[in-house]
C-alpha cells in the first residue's frame, strides 16, 4: 500500500492562534510580578533574556540549546537540538541511543515536544531510531495526529527520512544481562545523575517551548509507556503562564498529570519553585504513597523567567544557562530522612 503524506489543515493547527505576540520582560523578577500572572497574552516589546534549563547534569545538551538562540533561533529548534546532544550521548543509559532496555532487551524511546501555540507531537515505544525528540517534532509538525506509537511511528519516521541502527550498545547489553540473572522488577530512586532528560527554554522573544525524551524505565515490561511522550504528564507548555517537564518514575507523574498541574500552579500565582514542591507533594501525601522506593523530579519556568526544581529524593539536580552562566544547580528535595 502506497504511503500518505500527511499535510495539516488549518482548522488542526488553529489551536495556537489565541497566544499571539506574548513578549515578555524578564528584567524583572519578583514574586510580586508573579502572583499577576493572568490569563491574558502580555503586550510589551522588550526582549527577553534566553533561557534554557534542562533536568540532571546536561551543560553539552543546554550549551547547545542556548547556541542555538543565540543564532536568534526559537525555543522549540533550542530544546530539539538540546534532547538531541543526549540522545546521541552513547554513555548516558537512559536516553536514545545506549538506553537500558526493557526486560526483553528491545530498547524502546518515548519523546514529545510542545511549542509556544500549544501544538504538541509525541512517539511512543519507538524502536532503532536514535533521536526520538525529532521524530516527536515531525508528528506535530506534518500530521494532524499528537501521538504515534511502535512500528507506525517507526514507519512514519522512515518516510521522513530517519535511518535506523541498533540502539542497544554492549554496555547496556551487558547490564540487561546481569540484571537477568535474578529479573528483579523493582523500580531504582535514581541517585546516578541522569534519567528522563526534558528541557525548557524561552526565546529572544520570551517565548516558551518544551520537550522531553527517553528510554524509560530499565527493564521495564514490553509495551510499557511512561509519562515523557503524555502531555501534560512529561511536559507542558502554556506560553502565556510558562512551562514543566517531569523526570523520575513516570507511573507516579501519570497519576497526578503532574506537568499539567505545574503549570497550572503557576497561573493561579505560584513561582516555579512553589508550583514544583506542590506538586511533589500531591505524590508523596497520598495515603499509602511509598515515595520512599522511587523518584519524581520537576523543572519549571515561568514568563517572568523565573525557574524552579524539585524532587523528592537528594541528588536531582537541573542545568541552567542563563547570562551566559551554563551551571547545574542542586535541587531542593522533600524526603529529608
Ligand atoms: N520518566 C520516564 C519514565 O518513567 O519512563
Same mark, same amino acid.
Given at each position: 500500500m502506497k504511503r500518505r503524506d500527511f499535510i495539516k489543515n488549518a482548522s488542526l493547527t488553529g489551536?495556537?492562534?489565541?497566544?499571539?505576540?506574548a513578549l515578555t520582560n524578564c528584567e524583572e523578577n519578583t514574586s510580586d510580578q508573579n502572583k499577576e500572572l493572568t490569563n491574558t497574552p502580555k503586550n510589551n516589546s522588550k526582549r527577553a533574556s534566553p533561557i534554557v534549563v534542562a533536568t540532571w547534569h546536561v551543560i553539552s545538551a543546554t550549551a547547545k540549546a542556548m547556541e542555538v538562540l543565540n543564532q536568534d533561533g526559537n525555543a522549540l529548534d533550542a530544546v530539539e537540538q538540546g534532547c538531541r546532544i543526549e540522545e546521541a550521548?552513547?554513555?548516558?543509559?537512559?536516553?536514545?541511543?545506549?538506553g537500558l532496555p526493557d526486560r526483553d532487551g528491545n530498547v524502546t524511546l518515548d519523546a514529545c515536544v510542545m511549542d509556544k501555540h500549544g501544538n504538541c507531537g509525541a512517539v511512543v515505544y &519507538?524502536? =532503532?531510531?536514535?533521536?526520538a525528540v525529532s521524530v516527536a517534532r515531525k508528528v506535530m509538525e506534518?500530521?494532524?495526529?499528537?501521538m504515534l506509537a511502535g512500528e507506525g511511528a517507526k514507519q512514519f519516521a522512515l518516510s521522513k527520512g530517519f535511518t535506523t541502527e541498533n540502539l542497544l550498545t554492549e554496555a547496556s547489553k551487558e547490564a540487561w544481562e546481569k540484571w537477568k540473572i535474578e529479573a528483579q522488577y523493582k523500580p531504582i530512586i535514581n541517585i546516578? =545523575?541522569?534519567?528522563t532528560i526534558g528541557m525548557l527554554a524561552m526565546d529572544k522573544n520570551g517565548d516558551i517551548s518544551g520537550a522531553c525524551t527517553t528510554s524509560g &524505565?530499565?527493564?521495564? &515490561?514490553?509495551g510499557r509507556v511512561g509519562d515523557s511522550p503524555i502531555i501534560g504528564s512529561g511536559l507542558f507548555i502554556d506560553n502565556e503562564i510558562g512551562g514543566c517537564v517531569a523526570t523520575g518514575l513516570g507511573e507516579e507523574v501519570v497519576k497526578t498529570v503532574g506537568s499539567f498541574l505545574v503549570v497550572e500552579l503557576m497561573r493561579q500565582g505560584k513561582s516555579p519553585q512553589e508550583a514544583c514542591e506542590e506538586a511533589i507533594k500531591r505524590i508523596v501525601n497520598?495515603?499509602?504513597? =511509598?515515595?520512599? =522506593?522511587f523518584q519524581v523530579g520537576y523543572i519549571a519556568i515561568n514568563k517572568q523567567g523565573e525557574t524552579g526544581s524539585y524532587a523528592i529524593h537528594q541528588w536531582f539536580s537541573m542545568t541552567k544557562f542563563q547570562n551566559g552562566v551554563n551551571e547545574q544547580i542542586q535541587s531542593g528535595y522533600f524526603n529529608k530522612t
Open positions: 489551536m495556537g492562534l489565541a497566544v499571539g505576540n550521548n552513547e554513555k548516558g543509559q537512559t536516553v536514545g541511543k545506549g &519507538l524502536q =532503532n531510531i536514535k533521536h506534518d500530521t494532524p495526529h499528537v546516578e =545523575n541522569h534519567d &524505565l530499565a527493564y521495564k &515490561l514490553g497520598k495515603p499509602n504513597s =511509598n515515595y520512599k =522506593n
